[in-house]
């Protein structure tokens, strides 16, 4: 794989070939009813300006590492394998600052000295995860790998400030990438992707890391918590989506009008459909679970295919193109031919 300012063409070496599918939910439902006894806000708002009306919450115990086995283990059965060559983890909630997830999730899932990492890129990680994968495919230094986007955004979320609360939730989902032909059904098209760290403060936690290791006594609460300025990332949300997919359809050598699903990070309603417009692609091709799941961050785009693979009408031979964007600020977009025979678990 050779890389040219922000973009791939496809090398000489095998390509990741979508093999397996898997997801995990916190069985906790939590309806904008509940959010509105916390803050002033209503369903009708949170409906109509973010378009969710209920997230998934972990319960306290349960953290990012675990979840992210629960989709892991679902995606391997998926592939049917009990083995990978390494594992990537997306997340930018990992369970702690030191070390990464990763090798605590292979540990539990029974994949013992595999290589083991974070990726954090907002809510583009997955997306990036499936990248790193295939570059490690294509150079030969892994045959089949697990890539999970897995959040506890709640742990990030202030529950009571009604700029992020609403919008958020907890969950993972996970995909297995095997080394395959580059125009297999499955195999990752061209990557486009990017950042533009001069809006890092756009989206962020301002404690806990080591910038802010000098106050680290004097930080208030809320510094430990996201803060988000909306109406900002809104704006560089729909620019660098629409940017982005209409780049990856086109080194696919994709018209627009042949997408049949376009994936789209599930960041607000309102911003997956003027991304849509802007690409000009029917609504009844944009499958969403936003409503049901909120805005899972890095775990988003694998919960939504495994959503769209069992109730959107994703179905083999589909031509489909995944976009996703967050903190970062960072995007990414790809395209895959929806592989036959492969069962998403949930
Ligand atoms: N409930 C009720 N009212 C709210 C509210 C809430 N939860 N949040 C904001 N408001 C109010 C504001 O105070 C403002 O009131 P005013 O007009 O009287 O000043 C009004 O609603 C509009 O605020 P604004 O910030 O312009 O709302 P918005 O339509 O941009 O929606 C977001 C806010 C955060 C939902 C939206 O900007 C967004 O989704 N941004 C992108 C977030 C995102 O994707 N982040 C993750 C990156 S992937």
New binding site residues.
Partial sequence: MTSTAGATERGRGATAVLTGLGAWLPPRRVPNSELCTR????DQ??RE??GIAERRIAEPHVATGDMAVEAGARAMASAGTATVDALVLASNTPDRLCPATAPWVAHRLGLPAVPAFDVMA??SGFVYGCTVADGLIAAGAARRVLVIGAETMTSLVNPDD??TA??FGDGAGAVVLEAGPPHAEGALGPVVWGSDGSLADA?AVPAGGARGRHRRDRAAPEEHFVH?R??E??RH?VRRMTAAAREAAARAGWELHEVDRLIA?Q??GR?TSVVADGLEIPAARVPSNIGEVG?TAAASVPLLLAHAADEGGLKPGHKVLVVA???GLAWAATTLVWPAGLAARR
């Fill in positions: 803050m002033d806000t209503s708002w949170i300006r973010i907002g809510c009604r700029n609403p919008i989206i988000m909306g109406n990332v809104f949300a990070h960041a607000n911003i805005n964007f967050g903190s």
